[in-house]
């Protein structure tokens, strides 16, 4: 079964950072195989796309909105990736959720659909 646990989030003011975390089993996952996203989800909105990595290199997209605040990466040795994000603002409360992709080629995965497998999320509230 595979599980993915976020933690990290929390209470911030508006300036400050947070680091979030998503740990993966291994059990029925190659997580050196994964595209691993970041998505968030504020009250009354629906899912947006945070951020990716990929499988190979490790490269990254980001929503254009998000870019040069956020920052992905991981370290597959630990099955876990992390989302740093700096320069907290008021908008970016959310519950925020890692999701894998097992399958899909290395590039910019955007849609919550392509991704089979999602944690519980983790809530971020950053105070004005």
């Known amino acids: 079964q595979v599980q993915l646990v976020e933690s990290g989030g929390g209470l911030v003011q508006a300036g400050g950072s947070l680091r979030l975390s998503c740990a993966a089993s291994?059990?029925?996952?190659?997580?050196?195989?994964?595209?691993m996203g970041w998505f968030r989800q504020a009250p009354g909105k629906e899912r947006e796309f945070v951020g990716v990595?990929?499988?190979?290199?490790?490269?990254?997209y980001y929503a254009d909105s998000l870019k040069g605040r956020f920052t992905i990466s991981r370290d597959d040795a630990k099955n876990t990736v992390y989302l740093q994000m700096n320069s907290l603002k008021p908008e970016d409360t959310a519950v925020y959720y890692c999701?894998?992709?097992?399958?899909?080629?290395?590039?910019?995965?955007?849609?919550?659909?392509?991704?089979?497998?999602w944690g519980q999320g983790t809530r971020v509230t950053v105070s004005s």
């Open positions: 999701a894998a992709d097992p399958l899909g080629p290395p590039s910019r995965r955007e849609s919550p659909t392509e991704y089979d497998y």
């Open positions: 990595i990929s499988w190979n290199y490790g490269r990254t």
């Open positions: 291994a059990s029925g996952l190659t997580f050196t195989r994964c595209n």
